[in-house]
């Protein structure tokens, strides 16, 4: 599985951004799909989850009402649309695929894309 990441960028706070994770291959229902993120000298974090075949989503409590995870099963392809970004969201996202299900523990999930960078100037 390959995972492609992209639409990072540079954004004023209170901004948005729309992030897109493309999958190589068949994406099964068990799957979970995930976005992860990492700012300078901290550790790489959880930020939203999705089930691939329920849809059923979750989310870090940080970004819980401002951000939105979705799928879209046809294009193989996992969303998130990032509202009202403050520069603590300033970070290096990844998408992550868990073909086990998981949800939130990053060492849980497989296949990890190659990130992107969104900066959220103040």
């Known amino acids: 599985v390959q995972l492609q990441a992209c639409g990072g960028g540079l954004v004023q706070a209170g901004g948005s951004l729309r992030l897109s994770c493309a999958a190589s291959?068949?994406?099964?229902?068990?799957?979970?799909m995930g976005w992860f993120r990492q700012a300078p000298g901290k550790e790489r974090e959880f930020v939203s989850t999705?089930?691939?075949?329920?849809?059923?989503?979750y989310y870090a409590d940080s970004v819980k009402g401002r951000f939105t995870i979705s799928r879209s099963s046809a294009e193989n392809t996992m969303y998130l649309q990032m509202n009202s970004l403050k520069s603590e969201d300033t970070a290096l996202y990844y998408c992550?695929?868990?073909?086990?299900?998981?949800?939130?523990?990053?060492?849980?999930?497989?296949?990890w894309g190659q990130g992107t960078l969104v900066t959220v100037s103040s």
């Open positions: 992550a695929q868990s073909v086990r299900g998981a949800l939130y523990s990053k060492g849980s999930f497989d296949y």
């Open positions: 291959g068949r994406t099964k229902s068990s799957t979970t």
């Open positions: 999705i089930r691939w075949g329920t849809g059923g989503t």
